[in-house]
């Protein structure tokens, strides 16, 4: 195992930049730019850009990360300092406790225990809770910084102030995920007046992968720009698989509980009791899982609308849960117990993901009553949600041509109350396997510019095998393509400094600060190189010295100012 | 050199659909499909699949394709039955009289020699002037049976008849590129209300690329699905070069004229002539090229319009014959010339694609005043070529955020009297160099949707390098995406036939029909196959044996139906 881990981003400085109200220091990092030289031998300074930051400590050179050890637990103090929660003496689920217990597992375990916090009795210890009772938290204001870059610097306006933050998450239409078992993780928010998030999968089946590998996932992951990064291991040892995970990634982490509840009872769907799930539950928010994917909207009366389906039920959370409602001839145990579920959930502030169980996967399925139906119900559970100051995401497709995706969009803001949503995607045609990351970026450009707040990536791989390192990566800059071109067209504060910056540095032919604004400067210096065959400075490959538009230019505007 | 090229697709039988008002045989590739077998055994046929195809006779096992003496030629008897036009005793151009004339060229000369069709004085003989008359051409009725597949069969109600290609092509709203000296070419058309093109662009530049290479990724480019093809070669040989790819390009071919004129003064801007750059349209002409983009729409006026922009001119024509202007002190030659421009083209009937030499290189730079200024001048020469009877194309951006996408359409729509849009893209964010293929789909997709016509692919070394064959096919296949992902979105009649086929494929567990069917089978089984670790007929490495939610489907529907 590879233990010490390190991001490099080329002409990068790693910066903390300071709260007004809280001692946070925010993670950004600065991208130091060349001078402009002008034929005439003029200097220009150009400014440095502040990009957005997923890499954690991992790319800060003060700080080795040894994933042996976990990250620093940036938020504990902040968590303590409350003092509206208390540390457990033991584990509070029977499995996690069998499974310490097991000494068959320290191979494979997780060598640092941390015991788990939970809210006092009786006290509402949420992110939205604080923030209905006007509070700002030091995790609000990290959000807010984040979120405005170089705004402030730059003199340019902006909506995002920490009060603003606060409302948003008061309101539910914005939700900051934040699990007080996982203080690794750096403040993000999700909701349609930020910048839209994107969301990376990772984890083993029962067929592939180990944790070393799926640590070195979340970890590229982090590299290449992923918001969150859900878990959704189904193999062996995935107690142990999360563990490391969680104490490794600076990001929130999702996963879908009842993956492992299931595996729990060896796949048999009949077997799976609310008394499994429940432990399951309690087990996941010890270990600092952020946000749980919960198919309580998918209902007995809905499955006889997916008979006519070309592709039935395309989500495994949701063919579970059909399953063990068609055996047990009962309502989904997911909506009859939602109540308790919130319950578990506000006590750690973890988030729910309202599962689509019934998103289309197929376009002929796209928009049909089933989906419609589940939506709606989404919408019931999110109020119920809001009641326990839990934060609301809903799920969303999955496959979709584009002439229907807004009114996707639509629905979920007329049913769900300004929850944020979050899809998969969509995929705009169903015909190109091995490049759904391109036909989903498609639609989720699109989606994410109505008012999407995060998107689920999708990789080339999808339908066909599990995201290798390398697919992680394609879907991840996939993705940051598709969350960025929405935050232009949104207008979001800042958003095209980047752009700019990378323009100028193109048109000036300073290609090490074009490659180093990019999304993936390892890729373009890659491909540029290939294609060198000589100095090139002014020119490249694709036109060849006396083709250069760029250089034409150039030689115009010297003759103009002459 | 490799001699014989085939191109074969698995379990596709190349089929040719005959006409009813002509003797034709319209290329088309029919997917077989295999059974589904329930889980009782029960069998059910499942119909094989239509889809268009631009492989041309690589394809067809009957014939045997030799580069160096090029494709059957498809469409001599017919230009040769209408009686207007006459085959030349020699070439027209001197410039390729005296290539023709030069032994040294003989070892990179393509072999065989076939001497030009011309107009007979005075006869329209475009497409556009047959239609305007009234003529239903064997070259209208292909396409029309071309644009529908199968819809016949299937009883999918069609707006697209012959008579419909026709008027639509009189009205100027479609443009079916066929030069009489391209009869190897298959047709095609390009309009609104076709199914969406998508365009690949090749040649080599002074830097790099042999004759052969290009020829190999012009047989790519077909084989994955490129409607049109431009040579945009800059280096030596271009004559020679074109010569090889036309011959052996079943697809129409467009080219920058410009760039050979720009050669023949070896680089020399200023050295550019009238008289060179006539003699090159008329060697291009005469050689087979289907359409030129001239840059006939930027304007003297213009220039001080673009001093301000991040990224200056981008487009290589645009930028030389800004800079010709500028040394001059004259107005653009192919604004002024334009009437002789099209009195030529219209005596081979290739068609004009209007260049926007001052698209915008950075998203900065959209919409501007100079773009718009000259998208104004595209639409006044579009009615000139219209007198002429040469089919018209409006060249469009570029970069552009996914906000001001939906104005360039309309503003085309009201300039250009409805004549086909034809986009580079649109790249929706600068910050990807290394991913442009997809920035640029996700822009593409959008404006196809919107009404372009064609849309031109950029692949992933755009901005970086010339693309390499495994770079045309990302760039096709990504932009197959686009255009196909438009016509579903548009309504196209039958487009969706293709992924419905797929669909029920992929939840019947059919993976050698989903992948046959798909845009890339070869990538998809690759990828598949990779994660195959055992016999996985009914699930796979994505979700393992307990987790397939295709699998519980079947398993409640089989549940259900007990």
């Not at 203080?183 to 349609?192: F, L, R, Y």
């Amino acid at each position: 195992m590879k233990r010490v881990h390190k991001i490099t981003y080329p002409s990068s400085e790693k910066m903390y930049v300071g709260g007004k109200i809280h001692e946070i220091g925010v993670a950004m990092r600065r991208v130091a730019l060349t001078d402009t030289v002008s034929a005439t031998g003029e200097v220009t300074k150009n400014a440095s850009v502040m990009v957005y930051d997923t890499s954690g400590p991992y790319s800060d050179p003060a700080v080795e990360v040894d994933i042996t050890r976990g990250l620093g637990r940036l938020r504990s103090e902040w968590i303590e300092r409350r003092g509206d929660t208390e540390q457990l003496g033991e584990f509070s689920s029977e499995y996690c406790r069998a499974r310490l217990a097991d000494s068959s597992l320290d191979a494979i375990r997780f060598p640092v225990a941390n015991l788990p916090r939970r809210a006092r009795e009786g006290v509402a210890i949420t992110q939205m809770a604080y923030a209905r009772r006007g509070i700002v938290t030091p995790e609000m204001e990290y959000v807010a910084i984040r979120e405005n870059l170089q705004n402030e610097e730059l003199g340019i306006e902006t909506h995002i102030t920490p009060e603003f933050v606060r409302d948003e998450i008061a309101a539910g239409r914005a939700v900051l995920p934040a699990n007080i078992n996982h203080p690794e993780a750096e403040p993000m928010i999700i909701g349609s007046k930020f910048l839209v998030k994107i969301n990376t999968n990772i984890g083993n089946s029962a067929l592939s992968s180990g944790i070393d590998e799926e640590v070195e996932k979340a970890i590229r992951s982090c590299k290449w720009g992923g918001d969150t990064l859900m878990d959704l291991s189904t193999g062996d040892n995935i107690h142990e698989t999360r563990e490391w995970i969680v104490r490794n990634t600076p990001v929130p982490v999702g996963t879908v509980p009842l993956y492992q509840a299931l595996e729990k009872v060896d796949g048999r769907i009949a077997d799976l009791t609310w008394e499994i799930y429940r432990d399951t539950l309690i087990e996941q928010c010890e270990q600092g899982v952020d946000y749980f994917t919960i198919h309580a909207g998918l209902l007995r009366a809905h499955l006889p609308l997916t008979a006519g389906r070309v592709t039935g039920i395309v989500s495994r959370g949701g063919s579970i849960i059909a399953n063990w409602m068609t055996v047990h001839g009962a309502e989904n145990l997911f909506y009859t117990r939602f109540r308790e579920i919130c319950e578990i959930l506000a006590r750690y502030d973890v988030a729910v993901s309202l599962g689509d169980g019934l998103r289309p996967g197929s376009i002929a399925d796209a928009n049909d009553a089933a989906q419609m139906a589940e939506l709606s119900v989404l919408g019931e559970l999110t109020l119920i949600a809001w009641e326990y100051g839990v934060g609301v995401l809903i799920e969303g497709p999955g496959h979709v041509p584009m002439h229907k995706i807004g009114a996707n969009m639509e629905a979920e803001l007329a049913q769900c109350h300004g929850a944020p949503f979050y899809t998969l995607g969509p995929l705009v045609t169903d015909i190109a396997p091995g490049y759904d990351h391109i036909t989903s970026a498609i639609g989720a450009a699109q989606i994410a510019w109505g008012g999407t707040a995060m998107i689920c990536y999708v990789t080339p791989k999808e339908h066909l095998a599990l995201p290798d390192g390398e697919d992680v990566r394609a879907g991840v800059v996939a993705y940051k393509i598709a969350a960025h071109a929405a935050d232009v067209a949104k207008g979001h504060p800042g958003a095209q400094v980047r752009d700019d910056a990378l323009s100028r540095a193109r048109f000036d032919f300073r290609w090490r600060d074009q490659f180093n604004l990019s999304l993936d400067p390892e890729r373009a210096l890659e491909y540029y190189k290939a294609g060198r065959l000589g100095d090139e400075s002014d020119h490249c490959t694709m036109c060849g010295p006396n083709f250069c538009a760029m250089k034409l230019t150039h030689q115009l505007r010297d003759c103009a100012a002459e």
